[in-house]
């Protein structure tokens, strides 16, 4: 396990890589691939442009998946809050040409924390597609799509699931595991 800490507004974005063996990324790949995707993710009301994404099933998620499993260890190691009950999972589908917002998963005053998974199996870094985190509408920080990382952020961050480049011929697979406060 590999950890790179960053700070935005005086909070913690963890950037973890290496947590999972290549042939679990792979078979999560692969199975992804294969899922039904449905065109109704959007930033916001006002996103016209929703993007591919497909929910898992919250109830089995953290102990019938291994995502589930480590994204819920990676919680519970980083951030000190103890009572978070997870309350959406679902994978994120992109392609060049598709729309995204700058946006945050919960209001400003709450405590959410987002843990994404980025699912691809391969990623060149001039495909672009970095999640990017605002501060005064100012980029702070960019995290490329690398094949297995975890990241781990408060939820009231703005940040964007940016678009990849034309040259990226893959879908962008973005797992995206939702908590907040119990
Ligand atoms: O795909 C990403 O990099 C970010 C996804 C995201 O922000 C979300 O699903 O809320
Ligand atoms: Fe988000």
Redesign the pocket.
Known sequence: MLVKTETIAGKNIYIIDNMLPQEEVLDFYNITCDLPFSRKEKDSHADEYPIFSIDFNIEKFETELLIGKTARDLLNQFIAIEEMSLYRAYI?MCHYGDMAYP?R?CSVNKNDI?V?YYVNKEWDYSWGGE?LFYENKETKLGILPRPGRFVIFPGAIE?N?SIPSRICKSSRF?M?IKYQVR
């Open positions: 994120n946006h998963d987002t994404l999640t940040h699931g973005t995206a």
